[in-house]
């Protein structure tokens, strides 16, 4: 062989070496270009499951919000009875057990404040309450009460259940509660 032939020989090695090297270098790249698109459609599919993920939980959250009762709207007023008096107090405490009475279906029969009860000296005013409610809506009831705010105990709690056998179910029962709340003196 000629030196001409070895030097095209070599320089159409060099070319064909150049090409497979340009070839694999473009592989690679589209290697990586394929692989970060694939990881950017993954990203934007998780997104869009977990938007859809909140979009449920808003729709839920607004069902709530909408089926809010006194319990939860209770729930931001102060922790305390409010009155300027211990006096007034008891009647706050009086109007917010009525409430929830009668939000929870049952009648007031009768009630009495107890404002010097063993525990008058903290601060706390009593009142004890006698009323008719069905069975369903006792439970409600007593967590609108010890739920909500000012915050209540339900100190005593006795139930007279019907007593005429066979009565139907939406009889309503007798119930006798002794309810408490603090009261501070405004400062």
Known sequence: MSATGLTTVG????????LLTYAIFLVG?????????????DSYAALDRNRAILAR???QMGRTTRRSDAATAAVNGPPFLSGKTITIAGAALQ????????KAGGNVLSSQIDLQGPRS???FVGLTESLEIDQSALQPLLYDLEGGMPYLFVENLAIQAPQAFGEADGTPMRVLMGV???????Q
């Open 11 to 18: 320089s159409s090695r060099r070319a064909w070496l150049a």
């Open 180 to 186: 408490s709340g603090q009261w501070r003196e405004p």
């Open 95 to 102: 109007e917010r057990v009525e409430a929830a009475v009668k």
């Open 29 to 41: 790249l589209t290697t990586v270009a394929v692989a970060m698109i694939s990881s950017l459609l």
């Open 121 to 123: 000296g903290e601060g």
């Open 57 to 59: 939980f808003d729709q």
